[in-house]
């Protein structure tokens, strides 16, 4: 049996998605930036495009920004908040010690260039509170970003909470929401958001197209310098099959949310509960507030390349924390964050399903995956060690 079980590092295009940039390819060619009828026909189709966007997030269409992906999205929305904060004095920026390193890079960065950057703890369950993050903003403070949901343990954060607390305090408020978008009702205004990052591939969109929200009056520095696209906010002729199949796949996903997320809740749930029965082995992540696909777990005395060496030759698609650092021999960080020892973050195993997944298919992971553990124990000399009383048991 062929197990899919990676969802959130990319999604099968779904055919609605694909129908639809084949429609942008054959149908609506040209360049938008033209002024000829053919032109005009790609810009009425990549406007109704962004207003589709807009909709399933409670924005309006000219607050959304075409980007090549959730990376970029990030990277303009930090580097925008960072510059708007230099031009009052402001530098100080609060965000988590576990959020995806296209927001971490992109604040060493800032450090370089003299800005104040304060990682908030995330404990043992993998969030923060927004009294945490009203605790550490101060007069110079100039953003918080904080993710919507990890990439990794699957943890969903009180995004509306947080984001009260920012608008009170007068402070800009970006959450990368890429892991969020197309599983979780998201609505921007109602939860203060003043800019938010989504990536189409991680709903069942094409890879190389995502979106920057940004709340209208919020100046974007431009990354990328050439004509006058996207209101002077991205140069670069937009890639508007990319961006219809984002719409319709993102479309897709909100208008099927609740019930898809109860199919893989339950799925999920019964994935949890099987591997729990496995000895010294724990759930990584909030066990209440937790994307539906997502299933982190953490197992003492084996390694997580082997375990995934391992699944792959059975046919089951997992990773062992973001696919961005799946090449690093490194344990996660997200992992060190919540508290995990370096020896048991290494034997970390991240299985995320999506609607297309089914229940016979978690029975072949849960028939599986015990046997693979079982037996790279048998053969480690850390495990040994730990059943022989050499090393003490974390798990």
């Excluded at 991680?202 to 920057?212: C, E, N, R, S, T």
């Excluded at 030759?313 to 021999?329: E, N, R, V």
């Amino acid at each position: 049996m062929q197990v899919y079980a990676d969802n959130a590092a990319t999604t099968k295009m779904s055919s609605t998605a694909v129908q639809a940039m084949l429609y942008g390819m054959e149908k609506v060619y040209g360049n938008p930036s033209s002024l000829h009828t053919v032109g005009q026909q790609a810009a009425e189709a990549m406007q109704a495009a962004r207003q589709k966007i807009a909709s399933c997030i409670g924005a309006t269409a000219n607050e959304i920004t075409f980007t090549s992906g959730g990376s970029e999205a990030d990277n303009q929305a930090i580097l925008s908040a960072a510059a708007i904060g230099a031009r009052k004095g402001k530098k100080h920026i609060v965000s988590t010690a576990f959020e995806h390193h296209a927001v971490l890079h992109t604040l060493d960065q800032l450090k370089k260039q003299g800005y104040e950057v304060e990682l908030l703890p995330v404990g043992p369950i993998g969030t923060v509170t927004a009294q945490q993050v009203e605790d550490a903003i101060r007069e110079d403070t100039c953003l918080v970003s904080v993710m919507y949901a990890n990439n990794e343990v699957g943890s969903i954060l009180p995004i509306g909470e947080i984001g009260a607390v920012c608008r009170r305090h007068g402070v800009l408020f970006h959450t990368d929401a890429v892991q969020a978008a197309g599983h979780l009702a998201i609505q921007v205004e109602e939860q203060n958001i003043d800019l938010l990052s989504l990536s189409a591939h991680k709903f069942h969109g094409p890879k190389g197209i995502g979106v920057l929200y940004a709340r209208k009056g919020i100046p974007l520095v431009s990354l990328i310098q050439g004509g006058a696209q996207e209101r002077h906010k991205r140069a670069g002729t937009e890639n508007l099959p990319a961006i219809l199949g984002m719409a319709a796949a993102l479309e897709e996903a909100c208008d099927h949310l609740e019930e898809n997320a109860a199919k893989v809740s339950r799925l999920r749930d019964q994935l949890v509960e099987g591997l729990s029965r496995i000895p010294h082995s724990a759930l990584n992540g909030d066990p209440v507030h937790r994307l539906p696909g997502n299933v982190s777990f953490c197992f003492e005395g084996i390694e997580g390349e082997s375990l995934l060496l391992l699944l792959d030759s059975k046919g089951i698609c997992a990773s062992s924390g973001s696919a961005c650092t799946s090449g690093s021999l490194d344990p996660s960080h997200v992992l060190l964050a919540l508290g995990r020892p370096h020896e048991v973050a290494h034997g970390s195993l991240r299985l995320s399903l999506c609607a297309e997944n089914t229940e016979a298919e978690v029975e072949y992971l849960l028939k599986e995956i015990p046997a693979v553990v079982e037996y790279l124990r048998s053969i480690s000399p850390m495990w040994k060690d730990l059943v022989r009383g050499k090393r003490q048991f974390v798990l």
